[in-house]
């Protein structure tokens, strides 16, 4: 009996040290597990599979590799999410770990060095700048003052198109409306409107569109490394034309302002004026200098700009090719508030069959479609391994599309946000138009308001005929390129007036 329980008893260290040592062994030696990965080519690695549209290409592979995997954009190692989940552990499990966005050179350029607060690491000055955004230039108290100049901005966006619709003239609906909110953008931060100097007004515009383009495209030498000086896309020339010319506009209104409140008369509540009084502010952690300022502007100018302009053309769209819910949208617009004055943002809250029009068209056509973000440790996502440094894609577009929390997702139906609370603030992971967490869009009430509230008046005043003879029943959904989800085609309509503009 005795024997027995020796033999046992070595029998049982025997076990326990051969699980131990097997265990030491396989953690020392085992490989990390990575997510799945295309076959990739020697020095571009993935580069070529993003063409035409990357966030369609990403939804390609997912379909593949499922809802994260692995790309190689040259020599920098990626990872794209694909589903709500796994975007919920990027932006909330692990947020900590992804709360940087990767260097783009031509960005860094433009923003004289990196001084954007966009694309700032998430450190003492993205913090310091974050607090006073919140606090001061894009807070409620803020932008309840700045109304006037919104309803300003929408009454001449309106007249003009009454004067279209008096000759039965189209309008090209892009082109106006990146108009309107250049100009709120532009009052709003620097009390000058981008359309009274005609030159000046379509200056900014192209800026603004000649920067979302060249920050969209793959720079070849952020990507491949033996290309690092080499300047094969000719991208340095433009962007040193771009910055100057950008540097001289913005330059001439900053020293207006200054010259202004040297001489006591110019303390305009501007989103300006409140950046110039925190960089004289002694007692600031931060010393704010001018390359910040000029950098913020151009951060808000281009975040801010296209992206409701291109929301609103979707939007209207979307109703051109579903008349049934633009007849349901009139009724409540015409019962809320009737024909005898305009609509105003005042309204919104009682018009929710509008918020949810808007629900759904960022849903379908999320203006900022990807993600950016880098990594600063490893993580452990949806059972992968994500090393530190990597490059990480959230693909919204996919998010608002996944079968597995949309019910027929290809379809606009407004109606599917009636009956529940789902908001696009940022909590519910399969509708994030605006990102999520502490990097979330800082601009996201301001721009609900302008889109809502311009769209809402839109279809209050006018019936909408497409294409330049305003033959078309219906019009293409094709997107083009480019980081703000452009129609490859413009909208064209003429505008039709139900409302009399002289009676209101
Ligand atoms: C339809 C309109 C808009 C859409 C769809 C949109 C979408 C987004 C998205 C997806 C992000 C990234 C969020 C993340 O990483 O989680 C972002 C960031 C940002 N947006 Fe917007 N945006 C819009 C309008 C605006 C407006 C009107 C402003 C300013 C007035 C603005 C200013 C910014 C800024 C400064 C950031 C960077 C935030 C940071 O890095 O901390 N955006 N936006």
Known sequence: MGDLHGYFFLFLIWLISTIFIRAIFKSTSSKPHL????????????????APIPHQAFHKLSLRYGPVFRLFLGSVPCAVACSPETAKEFLKTYEHAYLDRPHNSALAYLTYGSQSFA????GSYWKFMKKIIMSQLLNGTTLDLLLPVRQDELNRFMNTLFQKAKIGKAVDLNGELLKMSNNVISRMLMSERC??????????????????EIAGKFNLSDYIWILKNLDLQGFGKRLKDIRRRF??????????????RKQGSGKVRDLLNILLDVAEDETMEIKLTREHIKAFILDIFVAGTQSSAITLEWALAELINHPNIMEKAIEEIDQVIGKKRLLQESDIPNLPYLQAIVKETLRLHATGPVILRQSTEDCTVAGYHIPANTTVFINVWALGRDPNHWENPLEFRPERFEQNNVDVR??????????????ICPGTSLSLQMIQTTLGSMIQCFDWKAGEDGNLTSVDMEEGPGITLPRANPLVCIPVARIDPISL
């Open 426 to 439: 940022g909590q519910h992971f399969h509708i994030i138009p605006f990102g999520s967490g502490r990097r």
């Open 35 to 50: 997510p799945p990965s295309p076959f990739a080519l020697p020095i571009i690695g993935h580069l070529h599979l993003l």
């Open 247 to 260: 540097d001289e506009l913005i330059d001439g209104i900053i020293k207006d302002h200054e010259e202004s």
């Open 195 to 212: 359309s009274e100097n005609e030159d000046e007004a379509g200056e900014m515009r192209k800026l603004v569109t000649e920067i979302t």
């Open 119 to 122: 694309f700032a690491p998430y």
